[in-house]
């Protein structure tokens, strides 16, 4: 990168905005909701962030950096502590990276492209221009990657952002379009396969777009999904099986496991006649405390859950 030798602070933000599309520490706390004194902190005493000095000392943000901050408040609000974040971060961001062939940062603008066009959409709430776009993402890259990488990360940020008139209702007009397409695309997938598969939300752990999205993730040639309502109480769950008969009951949260969980797991597994398995980022939180036990762990990722329920439904992967 080339260094930067204007005299004037603005006048080398002006230049990196142009040539790098790098942001001042400024503008990333007006797009993260994060306080510079915060940004800071986390560059100095725990190294989840790296940005680039200017001659003069100045920090500039790539939008990788705006996304992995993005990232950080994701697991601080899931209860994870800001000093183990890096070891997570750790363990996922390479496999984003080795996901593709091209430079990470040619990927973040691709998928930056996508998302304001969806945004454009939804800002409008024209639905048939949300349905074009969406239509043109899916026939772009696979489903991990659009849900992953393009829509979930667009569908934070405007959770996150509904101070303003109107920004509640534009996030609610996206939910509800999101949630209306994965359940559609799971009961299609699901019409031809019998429904070997249950899956749940560990209560208050994650939202129902959440919940539908790993259920997709989930869903396959193999075996046909069934999704439990949200809700759904966790003492019943040995009464819903026994109804169903599944071969594997999934159980989804998104939240820092808690202490009690891996027994209150180890206990519902001894009432049940089909394999339990943890989903979503609790699982990859979770895996040590549930090491040697009967509980699977199925990760977070896409590709890797279903790979995962596949090796544990073959009797290929222990638990």
């Keep these: 990168m080339p260094v930067m030798t204007d005299a004037s602070p603005a006048a080398q933000v002006s230049v990196a905005l142009e040539r790098e599309e790098l942001f001042p520490i400024r503008e990333v706390s007006r797009l993260t909701g994060v306080n510079p004194v915060t940004l800071r902190a986390w560059e100095r005493r725990y190294g989840l962030i790296e940005p680039t000095r200017t001659e003069s000392g100045h920090r500039l943000y790539s939008m990788t950096d705006i996304e992995r901050v993005r990232s950080i408040v994701e697991w601080i609000d899931r209860g994870v502590a800001v000093s183990k974040v890096g070891k997570i971060l750790a363990k996922t961001e390479p496999l984003k990276v080795l996901a593709h062939l091209i430079p990470d940062d040619l990927v973040q603008a691709d998928y930056l492209q996508w998302q304001h066009q969806v945004q454009r959409a939804v800002s409008s709430f024209d639905d048939l221009e949300l349905d074009r776009v969406y239509g043109q993402i899916f026939s772009s890259y696979s489903l991990p990657v659009v849900f992953q990488d393009i ?9 996150q952002r509904q101070e303003a008139f109107g920004q509640t209702s534009e996030w609610l007009f996206f939910d509800g379009y999101l949630r209306t397409r994965v359940l559609q695309r799971i009961i299609a997938l699901r019409s031809a396969q019998p429904r070997k598969i249950v899956v749940g939300a ?10 539908l999205v790993a259920a997709l993730f989930l869903s396959g040639s193999e075996s046909g999904v069934r999704v439990l309502t949200s809700g759904q109480p966790f003492d019943e769950l040995t009464l819903v099986c026994e109804k169903i008969k599944p071969q594997a009951l999934v159980l989804v949260s998104n939240h820092a496991p808690t202490v009690e969980l891996p027994r209150r797991l180890n206990r519902l597994a001894l009432s049940l006649d089909c394999q339990v398995l943890l989903a979503g980022d609790a699982a990859d939180l979770a895996q040590d405390s549930l090491a040697g ?11 890797t859950m279903r790979q995962r329920l ?5 009797g290929k992967l222990d638990t």
């Design 293 to 303: 036990s009967s509980i699977g762990c199925l990760g977070n990722e896409g590709a």
């Design 151 to 159: 829509l979930l990360p667009l569908w934070r940020q405007l959770l």
């Design 310 to 314: 596949s090796q544990f439904l073959a």
């Design 202 to 211: 560990l209560a208050g752990q994650c939202r129902e777009l959440e919940l």
